[in-house]
């Protein structure tokens, strides 16, 4: 199987994992709101976001392990890479179990921390348990996803996804026909996704990568200083991220009430299902990625790099455009009965800043590549620091309310991803600074045509089932691709993509 073929392969095997996801979302989100009520949602988000916390501890280790292992492993230097997937279990052992500890005392005490109503205060003491628990299992799994990287077989990482979906679908259906509906449950249900997943990588770690043993003998200390001494600045990055965008539940929790934090939940779940997708589309051209710097083909990377924009921006674009003309109608019929209006403010406010973030999302992987991380942490925990400062003052000296919270995080984003990002990308690359500005501009530029197109379309067809919200969607989305395909793809790109489309149908 060609490169091509293998990455369309895990293009659409990731797809259907994030398509079931979705579901999940979409099936859970309304059920749990409409039985336990939208805090007790709120807090299911919040659990997932104490993990990240925790992650920004690991982070220093794993955010480099494919990139080592994988690199000396196609430079054929074995004890090298042994040594790193070694370094790396056992570190993650470690870690976990620390992390562990910390987090039961936690739990123990969070009806003292959080504003917690008294009748959800053990299910959510048991959600929180269970989440740290899955957080556990993905961590000590880290090691195992180098093989996925080594032979290029993200593919079947996709496969597991959606499989772990299909059990944590079963979970629920069993357990919400049989018992009463308890936050809880949805903490067990992630346990079991991650199981799958855990059972996945290691899989594919058996199969294709036999000779790479993980031994406590191969543990190497300078290895885990060169990962942790690399990755550190990885760590301090995801604490700008959590500054910027994941004490926002917290944050709501504390300052205003339970029931905003809800109504943030649910605008995060959105968006956070929609930057997965970016991942899955980014996803696939990281081995390349790999590859080509491996290989020192700079000319090469950069076109890869701006293909993977093209795709990423594609499918931010048509989202955006999408949810800003159909996105109330979708409130409506998804979860009536809520503050619809005021949801889809947060929404479309959260959302703005993806339509730079999408196209944007590929080219992170230029600093794992070039290990050349430590200006955009340092900008990105300055960006957090002033987001938090912001939300702040917004919500004490203004009149913004739950505004304060999404538009603050929004602007610094934008800021970020359109100004110091692509600068300091090409200069890691050592390529023009305006490198990719031109593939930027025409993505921002499809996504006000959409935009436009989308409002007209949505006024005319005034959809208000799901029937009529589904087709209307599929249309818009199919002249998304179009107004893309025109205005994004440069005229080379459209003959090459013809050709691979006559050669397809031979």
């Known amino acids: 199987m060609d490169k091509v073929k293998r990455m369309l392969m895990t293009i659409l095997t990731s797809g259907i994992a994030t398509i079931l996801s979705f579901l999940i979302s979409f099936s859970l989100t309304p059920y749990i709101t409409n039985k336990l009520g939208v805090e007790a949602y709120g807090f299911v988000t ?123 679908v079963i979970f629920y259906i069993v357990v919400f026909s049989f018992t009463t509906p308890e936050v809880w449950q949805v903490g067990v249900a992630i346990c079991i996704a991650q199981l799958v997943i855990f059972g996945g990588n290691y899989y594919i770690y058996k199969k294709y990568t036999p000779e790479l043993k993980i031994r406590r003998k191969s543990v190497s200390f300078i290895a885990i200083k060169k990962l942790v001494v690399n990755g550190i600045w990885n760590s301090i990055n995801s604490l700008g991220n959590t500054l910027n965008s994941g004490l926002d539940l917290i944050v709501t929790n504390l300052w205003l009430s339970d029931l905003a934090m809800g109504q943030i939940a649910i605008t995060k779940t959105i968006s956070s299902i929609f930057m997965s997708f970016n991942q899955l589309l980014a996803q696939p051209f990281q081995p390349l990625f790999l590859k080509s710097y491996s290989d020192g083909n700079k000319e090469k990377l950069i076109s890869e790099l701006k293909l993977s924009m093209k795709l990423t921006g594609l499918f931010s674009s048509i989202v955006f455009a999408g949810f800003f003309s159909l996105g109330k109608v979708f409130y409506a019929l998804w979860i009536p009965g809520q503050d619809i209006d005021l949801i889809y403010v947060l929404t479309v406010i959260t959302m703005l800043a993806s339509v730079v973030e999408g196209p944007i999302y590929p080219l992170y992987y230029i600093y794992t590549l070039t290990v050349r991380n430590k200006i955009p942490c340092i900008i990105t925990v300055i960006g957090g620091i002033l987001n ?119």
């Open 46 to 168: 919040l659990a997932k976001n104490f993990t990240q916390y925790a992650t920004i501890i690991t982070i220093a280790l794993n955010s480099y392990a494919a990139r080592y292992i994988t690199i000396s492993y196609h430079k054929n230097d074995m004890k090298k890479s042994q040594e790193y997937i070694s370094s790396v279990y056992y570190g993650d052992v470690t870690i976990s179990a620390v992390i562990m500890i910390i987090a039961v005392g936690f739990i123990l005490s969070l009806d003292k921390i959080l504003n917690i109503s008294l009748e959800l205060v053990f299910s959510v003491k048991l959600l929180f348990f269970f989440v740290f628990l899955s957080f556990v299992i993905t961590t000590v799994g880290t090691s195992y996803t180098a093989a996925a990287y080594i032979k290029n077989r993200l593919d079947i990482v996709g496969v597991f996804r959606s499989l772990s979906y299909v059990f944590e």
């Open 388 to 506: 938090v400062a912001g939300m702040a003052i917004l919500v004490k000296y203004s009149s913004l309310g739950i505004y304060s919270i999404v538009l603050t995080t929004t602007v610094i984003m934008l800021f970020i991803n359109l100004v110091t990002n692509p600068i300091y990308m090409t200069y890691c690359l050592k390529v023009k600074w305006f490198t990719f500005y031109p593939t930027l501009l025409r993505t921002v530029i499809s996504c006000v045509c959409m935009t436009a197109s989308f409002i007209l379309i949505a006024d005319v067809l005034n959809p208000h089932t799901w029937v009529t919200f589904l087709l209307t969607a599929g249309l818009c989305g199919v002249l998304g691709c179009i107004i893309h395909l025109i205005l994004a793809f440069s005229k080379d790109e459209k003959m090459q993509l013809l050709r691979i489309a006559k050669n397809k149908n031979k």
